[in-house]
């Protein structure tokens, strides 16, 4: 079929409401981790659809998983029963610490209900959230609220009160920040959006006990770093410490669109019916698309290989650093999620930095205007890993 990427690229920038800045590319398919564009270029896709490919595109048993179901029963609301979710419910549960899920379509909105589940737990006397200063945790108008950098709120007042933000790393500081009205502590193991930042072990520990000690809530992000992208099945299971509420999102469906929150044993029961609810929260195809992620997850062998492959990654780009000393200043990051830390004058080259990336067939971005962002997919191979590292390497002493 013959395609005229002109025409997609105009129908788009009159049509499409003006929020993103795009690529120029028009991507037409791809297959595990690479992707082909409508010139017929292949390009090495190191950011899976921002941590949703997990599995690779066009993985065939996720396809197959979706056809089936499309084919069988594709919605008939939350007004019944239906199989695909039962079972995604009942493998997220008996993986984790929770008690049990609620299903919505997105990131923001797994988080809406995590925010909902707290105040409902400690309305009426205490309904307010913090958040770290630096956190993303999505853009409807709550989630926004939440998210700790202003850049995001700016335009879109009144803020939903209710949240406040505490500077990232400080656990004193956010002693301080917790009153009687406080509820819950909402934050991410690691920081995506905001420069794949992690937190050190004793201060989400840290965190945790200052949690039990006012008996608050702990909401933890995992949208972007749970399931497998660390190297383990959530992010929290290198910290050693058991959280109230998770959410998951992105490569729950490798690209079907789903959320999930989990609620522990304290806020298990919180919500009743009439409480919370979602049209297509739990639609069968797309809890079809993550009983099939969650099964290769929870493969023999599978996270290890991830955690394998990140340290694989991570020295390799701990090399590239070492070649270019002023430009990266620090290789951060776990599992495959991985971030080089640009200097102050790189910085101000990174949106350039990743379009000659782009240029050179590798697909990265820039993330939190401080880190280039790597996201292989968790199927990635070494040899892929090589290719990536091999154009980071030449697109650097291009320019520096
Ligand atoms: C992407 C992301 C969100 C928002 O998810 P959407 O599906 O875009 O609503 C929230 N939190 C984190 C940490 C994310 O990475």
Redesign the pocket.
């Known amino acids: 079929m013959q395609i005229n990427a002109d025409k997609i690229r105009e129908q788009t920038d009159r049509y499409i409401c003006n929020t993103y800045g795009r690529f120029p590319l028009v991507i037409v398919e791809g297959k595990g981790c690479r992707l082909k564009d409508a010139d017929g270029r292949e390009y090495l896709d190191f950011l899976s659809g921002?941590?949703v490919t997990s599995l690779g595109h066009a993985n065939p048993e996720i396809a197959a998983a979706v056809c089936r179901q499309a084919s069988t029963l594709i919605h008939v609301s939350n007004l019944f029963y239906t199989a695909p979710a039962a079972e995604l419910a009942e493998t997220l549960v008996k993986n984790s610490f929770a008690e049990r899920v609620f299903f919505a379509n997105?990131?923001?909105?797994?988080?809406e209900a995590a925010i909902k589940l707290a105040r409902k737990h400690g309305n009426p006397e205490r309904n307010e959230i913090i958040t770290l200063s630096g956190?993303?945790?999505?853009?409807?108008l709550a989630?926004m609220a939440a998210t700790g950098q202003t850049r995001f709120h700016q335009g879109f007042d009144p803020i939903p009160a209710g949240f406040r933000h505490a500077p990232f790393g400080d656990l004193d500081a956010l002693k301080k920040m917790v009153n009687k009205r406080t509820c819950a502590i909402m934050c991410?193991p690691l920081?995506?959006?905001g420069g794949v930042r992690p937190l050190a072990p004793g201060y989400l520990r840290g965190i945790r006990e200052l949690c039990d000690h006012g008996d608050l809530l702990l909401i933890l992000?995992?949208?972007?770093?749970g399931l497998g992208r660390t190297g383990r099945l959530f992010a929290y299971e290198h910290f050693d410490i058991v959280p109230d509420i998770i959410?998951l999102?992105?490569a729950l469906g490798n690209g079907m669109p789903i959320?999930a929150m989990l609620a522990g044993e304290k806020v298990a029961d919180t919500f009743v019916p009439g409480d919370h609810a979602s049209t297509f929260g739990g639609n069968p195809v797309a809890t079809a698309a993550a009983n099939r992620v969650m099964s290769t997850l929870l493969e023999d062998g599978f996270l290890a290989r991830v955690a394998t492959l990140g340290d694989y990654l991570d020295k390799k780009l701990t090399k590239i650093r070492q070649s270019f000393p002023g430009v990266i200043n620090e290789v951060r990051g776990m599992g495959l999620i991985r971030g080089m830390v640009l200097s102050r004058t790189a910085a101000d080259r990174g949106v350039d930095i990743v379009k000659q990336l782009l240029d050179n067939g590798l697909i990265a971005n820039f993330a939190g205007n401080t880190a280039l962002r790597l996201l292989p997919p968790l199927t990635v191979t070494r040899a892929e890993i090589d290719d990536a590292a091999g154009i980071i390497e030449k697109t650097l002493a291009g320019m520096f």
């Open positions: 921002i941590a997105s990131g923001a909105e797994a988080n956190s993303f945790h999505g853009r409807t989630t991410e920081q995506g959006e992000d995992e949208i972007q770093v959410t999102a992105k959320g």
